[in-house]
Nanobody
Framework: QVQLVESGGGLVQAGDSLRLACAAS?????????LGWFRQAPGKEKEFVAA????????YYADSVKGRFTISRDKAKNMVYLQMNNLKPEDTAVYSC????????????????WGQGTQVTVSS
């Protein structure tokens, strides 16, 4: 089992920045796993945002956030971060982190563990 707890969400204006954090814990952390961020806006499907591999050498982004969001992980602290710059109203959603060990990283089914999520609201 892996427990994931997100933090850092909030209400910001368009153009602002936010940094989300996700703390991972649990006895299964000894196994290699990738970490991803997904988001779900009201009335929409949960969508992939970004992912980072176990080694942290590889990162993946949705086209909608490329160039604005940066994912990183601190393996020593079992943390994953999502730096979000130049936020837009369409970025408004509940952001959840996830852990898994299957491919592809962009697929929700590749992840076994999910956090509760943190709300990000971007006003225009």
């Amino acid at each position: 089992q892996v427990q994931l707890v997100e933090s850092g969400g909030g209400l910001v204006q368009a153009g602002d920045s936010l940094r989300l954090a996700c703390a991972a814990s649990g006895p299964s952390l000894t196994s290699p796993f990738s970490l991803g961020w997904f988001r779900q806006a009201p009335g929409k499907e949960k969508e992939f945002v970004a992912a980072v591999s176990w080694t942290a050498r590889n990162t993946y982004y949705a086209d909608s956030v490329k160039g604005r969001f940066t994912i990183s992980r601190d393996k020593a602290k079992n943390m994953v971060y999502l730096q979000m710059n130049n936020l837009k109203p369409e970025d408004t959603a509940v952001y959840s982190c996830a852990a898994g060990n299957r491919f592809p990283f962009q697929n929700r089914a590749s992840y076994d563990y999910w956090g509760q999520g943190t709300q990000v609201t971007v006003s225009s």
